[in-house]
């Protein structure tokens, strides 16, 4: 299938399901590839993760930054239960990110069935689209038993 349908395909998913994130995402990189020459879409697949994934670090530490959350919130986070379950969970998911990060860069081949997947969770289930990074790390962790 042409890059041009296949980029037609994912922005009428993200309209149809009403997600934002998905049609936006792939008017951008429709008119990326109108572009002439492939320097920012070669520019989009080395930095976009990293761009993307400090962006949305500064979108949870924002409310810090606003002075939302005092300090005093934050140390009685770890003196509770659930709080100390959040860290727990919110570590396990950033190695899980970080194997993530370890495959795709290994594997690249499968980086097309993350895609997929990811669209189609984003678009027919109201998913984020961080779930490749993720979906990555647990597929990494499961990987030796798929070869």
Same mark, same amino acid.
């Given at each position: 299938?042409?890059?041009?349908? !296949?980029?037609?395909?994912? %922005? ?26 492939? @320097?920012?879409?070669?520019? %989009?697949? @080395? ?43 919110? !570590? ?14 290994? @594997?690249?081949?499968?980086? %097309?069935?993350?895609?997929?997947? %990811? ?29």
């Amino acid at each position: 299938m042409d890059v041009f349908l !296949m980029l037609l395909v994912i %922005t009428a998913l993200g309209v149809i399901s009403k997600n934002a994130t998905v049609w936006m995402a792939g008017l951008g990189l429709l008119a990326l590839r109108l572009w002439p020459g492939d @320097q920012p879409l070669a520019w %989009t697949e @080395q930095y976009g993760l990293k761009i993307g994934v400090i962006i949305l670090t500064m979108g949870v530490l924002s409310p810090i930054a606003l002075g939302k959350i005092p300090w005093s919130h934050l140390v009685d986070t770890i003196k509770s239960v659930p709080g100390l379950a959040a860290v727990a969970v919110g !570590m396990f998911v950033a190695y899980l990110g970080g194997r993530g990060a370890g495959l795709l860069t290994d @594997q690249p081949t499968i980086v %097309t069935g993350l895609l997929i997947g %990811t669209i189609i969770g984003v678009a027919l289930f109201r998913g984020v689209p961080v779930g490749p990074l993720i979906a990555a790390g647990i597929l990494s962790l499961f990987a030796h038993w798929l070869r």
